[in-house]
């Protein structure tokens, strides 16, 4: 069965913490991404990355960066934490492309 | 105006009952639509994918392409309480580097006893 799975369900951080988001697939995909669903916003492309060490920015980068040291894992990192960075954070992988998308449960943040 | 549009619902309907869950798009470009299901405190997870115009089914899901109008639609038969959930449309085009999903907002389903 294909797995993604998320670090944490939950998290709750302070304004200006710096705060890491972990990704795991073992599907042995190239393709990994990170997206935030918001209310009303759908969701919204933030990284993806098609290779180890390789990431490509999306639609709403800024505040954030990516890590991908290894295949199955990728990493979401906030600088420092902003309210307006409350959000489902969810991680996808892929064998192709965007193609046929598989999720993780996704991290419910909330930054106070 | 956003690239793909989606009514929220929430949509209510008996068991038993054909849904049909809709998507409208304004870029032309649109090559690939899909359509994900997602249960409360869950990722999305992938029911459909076509490619162009036409229908695809599968089981009880029909996935409807119309280009020329640029709409989409998911049509359920026999629904069942356990198909309560809100279902994304989502779409992509060729660019550069690989084909963007761009989702719509998803539409809350709530199918009762």
């Known amino acids: 069965d294909v797995k993604v799975t998320q670090s944490s369900r939950y998290l709750v951080k302070r304004t200006g913490e710096k705060v890491f988001l972990e990704c795991v697939q073992d599907?042995?995909?190239?393709?990994m991404f990170w997206y935030r669903q918001d209310p009303g916003l759908g969701l919204r492309l933030i990284y993806f990355?098609?290779?180890?060490?390789?990431?490509e920015k999306g639609d709403i980068p800024e505040g954030y960066s990516v890590s991908r040291e290894k295949k199955e894992r990728f990493s979401l990192i906030l600088e420092s934490a902003s309210t307006n960075q409350t959000s489902m954070y969810l991680c996808?992988?892929?064998?192709?492309?965007?193609?046929?998308?598989?999720f993780g449960p996704g991290t419910r943040l909330t930054v106070t | 105006q956003k690239e793909v549009e989606q009514d929220p619902g929430p949509l209510s309907v008996p068991e038993g009952a054909i849904v049909s869950l809709n998507c409208t798009y304004s870029n032309s470009a649109f090559q690939y639509f899909m359509w994900y299901r997602q249960y409360s405190r869950k990722g999305p997870e992938l029911l459909m994918y076509?490619?162009?115009?036409g229908n695809k089914e599968d089981g009880r899901f029909t996935a409807q392409v119309d280009k020329s109008s640029k709409y989409i639609s998911l049509f359920i038969r026999d629904s069942q309480p356990s198909d309560s959930a809100t279902y994304l449309c989502a779409m992509s085009r060729l660019t550069g580097g690989g084909n963007k999903l761009t989702f719509g907002t998803g539409t809350q389903l709530k199918v009762e006893l």
């Open positions: 599907m042995d995909h190239e393709n």
């Open positions: 990355s098609y290779d180890v060490k390789m990431k």
């Open positions: 996808a992988s892929s064998l192709r492309g965007f193609d046929e998308q598989y």
């Open positions: 076509t490619y162009s115009s």
